[in-house]
Structures are given as C-alpha cells and as structure tokens.
C-alpha cells in the first residue's frame, strides 16, 4: 500500500527524520559490518561477538535503506524503533549512558529513536 501524500512542510519534516535516522543507522551498520574496532570492543562487552555484531550491523543498514523508501519508510521507522529501544536498553543496564567515557552513542540512540517516532508518525498510511 503506497503512503498519503504529505503536505510540503510535513513532507519535509518527513524526509528530513528519514535521512537522521537512516544516516545514522547505516553509518554505525557499515562500522559494525566492516569489523571497526570500537564495535568490536562494544559487542565483546555486550557479548554476541561476532555473530550480534554482523546481524546486527546488517539489520541496521537493511533498515536505513527502508527509510530512504517512502513506501517502506514506515516500516523502517518501526524497525529503527525496536533497535533503538535495544540500544538504549543495553546502555542503561550493561554499558553505561557515558560509555567509553562518551555520551555520543546514547545520544544518537535517542536521536534516531525521536527520528523513526516522527517517520512512523508521518508516513502511516
């Protein structure tokens, strides 16, 4: 089923949550998928390494494709949704909102979570 058409700002809006989001997700799919250093580190913490790290890593940047899609956008909003509740998850009881010393993966985790909270909101059909 192919989604409403949006009016001009909500369209933007749209487009603009679909590109954080979906930015987001692939950049930190590809680093986990390419076996960056500070993933590896992250998923021997968590301790599904390698196999969490890779399906992981392929689910993000699946999803980050769904929402450069209008007609899958909605989807991908929900799929980023359920990610970014595991993500959070694992930062408030395994790894720490500061970690590494740094808030900045937290803080991404929460961007992208409001991101795919307005894309669900905005492409339902």
Known sequence: MSPQPLSGKANVVAWVAQLVAGGIL????VMKLISHPESVALFETL?????????????EVVTAGLLLLPSFARLGGMLAIGIMIG?????LTVLG????????????????????????R???A
């Open 97 to 120: 909102i500061s970690y590494g010393g740094d808030a900045t993966l937290f803080a991404m985790a929460l961007a992208v979570l409001a991101a795919a909270i307005v894309v669900v």
């Open 26 to 29: 692939a950049m930190a799919g």
């Open 87 to 91: 993500a959070i998850g694992s930062h």
């Open 122 to 124: 905005l492409r339902r």
């Open 47 to 59: 301790g599904p390494e390698p196999w969490g790290r890779y399906l992981l890593g392929l689910v």
